[in-house]
């Protein structure tokens, strides 16, 4: 089945700079990558996703990259906020129901 | 309703008893899925409904775990003879279609916290 590989594990970021997530996946088939957000005692947010037709996509402050020879994908976050500062889970499937990696927690300080 | 809603937020249960988690899923959502969040990890799948139908329940950890459907809209995830191991967050999600179409938006209630003691 497939296996999806996240890193780092925590962040820590002033305000105002980037950030960077990145997750690997195993199942070369997969062909849909979301992006989810989850705040203390919140379920998780979904925030962007990407299907394997596309190499990047861009929302606001978010951008998504996917390189599918090399089966990773990464979350951008340009100009951090405090706000935020959460959770954040990376996933993949194919005709499975989605798999998620372990997490990123992202600390940005103010 | 506006979102996935899920009742109890919290749980605490004495070893041994049973529980019952409750998912409404957004109005005309046709799959819903439950997941289970421990501590400091991602969502893990625990079983996946299309309508009433049960496609897919492999990620259940034991025969304690039993979840239901009845009607194609609200359900049930049951947990019998509660154990300190079942402590976790157990998430409900929905989407608006089958998830093979390979269209798989889909959105997470805000969980229901179980604390086995």
């Known amino acids: 089945g497939e296996n999806v590989e996240q890193h780092p594990s925590t962040l820590s970021v002033q305000e105002g700079d980037s950030a960077v997530i990145k997750c690997t996946y195993s199942?070369?088939?997969?062909?849909?990558f979301p992006w989810y957000k989850q705040e203390l005692g919140k379920g998780p947010q979904l925030i962007i996703d990407?299907?394997?037709?596309?190499g990047e996509k861009k929302d606001q402050r978010i951008a998504v990259t996917l390189n599918k020879t090399a089966k990773h994908f990464s979350l951008h976050i340009t100009e951090t906020q405090p706000e935020d500062s959460a959770v954040y889970f990376c996933a993949a499937r194919r005709n499975t129901p989605l798999v998620f990696g372990k997490g990123t927690r992202l600390s940005v300080i103010a | 309703g506006a979102g996935v809603s899920q009742s109890p937020r919290y749980k605490v249960a004495k070893r041994g008893q049973d529980v019952a988690l409750r998912c409404d899923p957004i109005s005309g959502h046709v799959s819903l899925f439950w997941y289970q969040q421990a501590l400091g990890q991602g969502p893990e799948f625990l079983t996946y409904f299309q309508n009433e139908a049960q496609l897919d329940k492999s990620g259940l950890p034991s025969d304690r775990f039993f979840a239901e459907r009845p009607e194609g809209s609200v359900s049930t995830l049951k947990i019998q003879r509660t154990q300190q191991e079942d402590s976790a967050v157990y998430l409900c999600?929905?989407?608006?279609?089958?998830?093979?179409?390979?269209?798989?938006?889909?959105?997470f209630g805000e969980g229901s916290w179980l604390t086995v003691v």
């Open positions: 999600a929905s989407s608006a279609i089958v998830f093979e179409s390979g269209r798989h938006t889909i959105y």
């Open positions: 990407i299907r394997s037709n596309v």
């Open positions: 199942d070369s088939a997969s062909n849909y």
